[in-house]
């Protein structure tokens, strides 16, 4: 008993390695992507950087959630862990902007099975209130990398080299498959045949596919109301019509319907989406308005992000720890509440906001991503069972990868419209009109927050979510 307790320590620290390298990579991609812009050549596709990794990791989340319900959990993180540190080593030997953007879709490949495996494996682990604590604290995780990423990026990038920020998720990645390698003994049903549906993941690879390269480029590349655009529009409700229709026909569906049939899920994987496009937004923004329109070195910038880094994790475990005693519902609608209040501030900021704005926003955001996200990943998964709790997990990865893949693509536009629109290459004031373009970002980050908080409003009732348990778990 004693050498099992043991074990599952042992899983549980692999699995908060394996998240923290994942969960680290956006805030440590941002705060160094400046200099990697200087290097590289490249602003107009900063874009990519961040959208490639959403995306490979959106599409291949709910294959890899699905396979991990069909073959078992071990080998998908496996197989995820050695995706993701070689393409991590990949874009540390970067030369191109078009070279980082093919090998960050790599490590979107891998952090696909990294995300949903991690949190299905500790689901399977620890049962109903523990549950609700270990995913508390694997959710802080987000803001343990919110504090690392940019301090860590900032060091590279000032004293090394900016590649260190892809080189370092070796060793670190090498330690968690170490660790699940010895120590994670699983048992489970073998099925004697398996149907993978690759026609399903297909279509949604291609749908999504569609949609980012529209949102990324029109505006840019060609106008929007061009031939292009509309092909593009059409290509992803063509594509996503198509994936729905093939989910209700294959055996073992990618995304089962019946997932989202479940009022608790539905409403819960919506909250994530749209809580997720608020992250990044702040991710990538935030340092950019502090390193180029304040000319403050990128160490600085992590360093004014910091608060963000204690405000998520102690949110996060307070909500584990008493959402069963305040509800659940009442728990995320804090969360939800906390997160429109922080877009209220961003939508504010201006060129002489003080410095405590930056550090009151980061706190409020952080206590609502805390209180947003627990209870929405320990409601998905005490939906379901054993055999769909991967899929589950999968479509709340899915969910928070989408938020972040479409959200940077919107965002994106609304920036590079902006900066097209002021004409900056004319010699105009380069810092009044990067504000402007940043400052409509976080206008529509407003908007997402109160759409967010109206959509936790519709969360059910915690006595039904209690029922629904208990009629699982029976």
Same mark, same amino acid.
């Given at each position: 008993?004693?050498?099992?307790?043991?074990?599952?320590?042992?899983?549980?620290?692999?699995?908060?390695?394996?998240?923290?390298?994942?969960?680290?990579?956006?805030?440590?991609?941002?705060?160094?992507?400046?200099?990697?812009?200087?290097?590289?050549?490249?602003?107009?596709?900063?874009?990519?950087?961040?959208?490639?990794?959403?995306?490979t990791t959106s599409v291949t989340t709910p294959i890899y959630g699905k396979i991990a319900?069909?073959?078992?959990?071990?080998?998908?993180?496996?197989?995820?862990?050695?995706?993701?540190?070689?393409?991590?080593?990949?874009?540390?030997?970067?030369?191109?902007?078009?070279?980082?953007?093919?090998?960050?879709?790599?490590?979107?490949?891998?952090?696909?099975?990294?995300?949903?495996i991690t949190f299905t494996i500790i689901g399977d682990l620890y049962p109903g209130e523990?549950?609700?604590?270990?995913?508390?604290?694997?959710?802080?995780?987000?803001?343990?990398?919110?504090?690392?990423?940019?301090?860590?990026?900032?060091?590279?990038?000032?004293?090394?080299?900016?590649?260190?920020?892809?080189?370092?998720?070796?060793?670190?990645?090498?330690?968690?498959?170490?660790?699940?390698?010895?120590?994670?003994?699983?048992?489970?049903?073998?099925?004697?045949?398996?149907?993978?549906?690759?026609?399903?993941?297909?279509?949604?690879?291609?749908?999504?596919?569609?949609?980012?390269?529209v949102l990324l480029n029109a505006g840019q590349s060609f106008a929007w109301n061009s031939?292009?655009?509309?092909?593009?529009?059409?290509?992803?409700?063509?594509?996503?019509?198509?994936?729905?229709?093939?989910?209700?026909?294959?055996?073992?569906?990618?995304?089962?319907?019946?997932?989202?049939?479940?009022?608790? &899920?539905?409403?819960?994987?919506?909250?994530?989406?749209?809580?997720?496009?608020?992250?990044?937004?702040?991710?990538?923004?935030?340092?950019?308005?502090?390193?180029?329109?304040?000319?403050?070195?990128?160490?600085?910038?992590?360093?004014?992000?910091?608060?963000?880094?204690?405000?998520?994790?102690?949110?996060?475990?307070?909500?584990?720890?008493?959402?069963?005693?305040?509800?659940?519902?009442?728990?995320?609608?804090?969360?939800?509440?906390?997160?429109?209040?922080?877009?209220?501030?961003?939508?504010?900021?201006?060129?002489?906001?003080?410095?405590?704005?930056?550090?009151? &926003?980061?706190?409020?955001?952080?206590?609502?991503?805390?209180?947003?996200?627990?209870?929405?990943?320990?409601?998905?998964?005490?939906?379901?069972?054993?055999?769909?709790?991967?899929?589950?997990?999968?479509?709340?990865?899915?969910?928070?990868?989408?938020?972040?893949?479409?959200?940077?693509?919107?965002?994106?536009?609304?920036?590079?419209?902006?900066?097209?629109?002021?004409?900056?290459?004319?010699?105009?004031?380069?810092?009044?009109?990067?504000?402007?373009?940043?400052?409509?970002?976080?206008?529509?980050?407003?908007?997402?927050?109160?759409?967010?908080?109206?959509?936790?409003?519709?969360?059910?009732?915690?006595?039904?979510?209690?029922?629904?348990?208990?009629?699982?778990?029976?």
């Amino acid at each position: 008993m004693s050498n099992k307790k043991t074990n599952r320590k042992l899983v549980t620290i692999a699995m908060l390695v394996a998240i923290l390298i994942v969960a680290i990579d956006v805030t440590i991609v941002s705060t160094a992507m400046p200099k990697v812009v200087r290097d590289l050549h490249g602003l107009s596709l900063i874009s990519w950087v961040f959208a490639i990794y959403t995306l490979t990791t959106s599409v291949t989340t709910p294959i890899y959630g699905k396979i991990a319900d069909l073959f078992g959990r071990k080998k998908v993180f496996i197989i995820g862990v050695i995706l993701f540190i070689g393409g991590s080593v990949l874009s540390g030997l970067s030369q191109t902007m078009m070279q980082l953007i093919i090998f960050r879709a790599i490590q979107g490949i891998g952090a696909g099975a990294v995300m949903p495996i991690t949190f299905t494996i500790i689901g399977d682990l620890y049962p109903g209130e523990e549950r609700a604590k270990m995913q508390g604290m694997f959710s802080s995780v987000w803001g343990i990398a919110g504090l690392l990423g940019p301090l860590v990026g900032g060091f590279f990038v000032d004293q090394i080299s900016w590649r260190w920020i892809f080189f370092i998720n070796l060793p670190i990645g090498l330690v968690s498959l170490l660790l699940i390698t010895i120590c994670f003994h699983e048992s489970f049903d073998k099925k004697t045949s398996h149907s993978i549906d690759y026609f399903g993941a297909a279509a949604f690879t291609l749908g999504l596919s569609s949609l980012l390269y529209v949102l990324l480029n029109a505006g840019q590349s060609f106008a929007w109301n061009s031939a292009p655009v509309y092909a593009l529009f059409a290509a992803f409700v063509i594509f996503m019509v198509l994936f729905s229709y093939l989910e209700t026909r294959v055996d073992e569906p990618m995304l089962p319907p019946s997932l989202f049939r479940i009022p608790v &899920i539905l409403v819960s994987n919506l909250v994530t989406l749209l809580a997720s496009s608020v992250v990044i937004a702040v991710n990538v923004y935030l340092p950019m308005w502090i390193q180029t329109i304040l000319g403050k070195s990128a160490t600085s910038s992590g360093l004014t992000l910091m608060p963000i880094s204690f405000a998520w994790p102690l949110g996060a475990a307070l909500a584990g720890r008493y959402m069963y005693q305040v509800g659940s519902k009442r728990t995320a609608v804090i969360g939800t509440i906390l997160v429109t209040l922080g877009g209220i501030w961003l939508a504010a900021l201006s060129l002489g906001s003080p410095y405590w704005y930056f550090v009151g &926003i980061m706190i409020v955001i952080g206590f609502g991503m805390g209180y947003a996200m627990t209870p929405t990943t320990v409601l998905v998964q005490s939906a379901v069972g054993w055999s769909m709790r991967g899929a589950a997990t999968a479509s709340n990865m899915l969910m928070r990868s989408v938020g972040q893949t479409v959200g940077i693509a919107v965002f994106g536009t609304i920036f590079n419209n902006a900066l097209s629109a002021e004409k900056i290459s004319s010699g105009g004031n380069t810092a009044v009109h990067m504000a402007h373009g940043i400052h409509l970002v976080f206008i529509c980050v407003f908007f997402i927050g109160i759409a967010t908080l109206i959509a936790s409003l519709l969360l059910p009732s915690h006595q039904k979510v209690v029922a629904q348990q208990k009629s699982v778990a029976n």
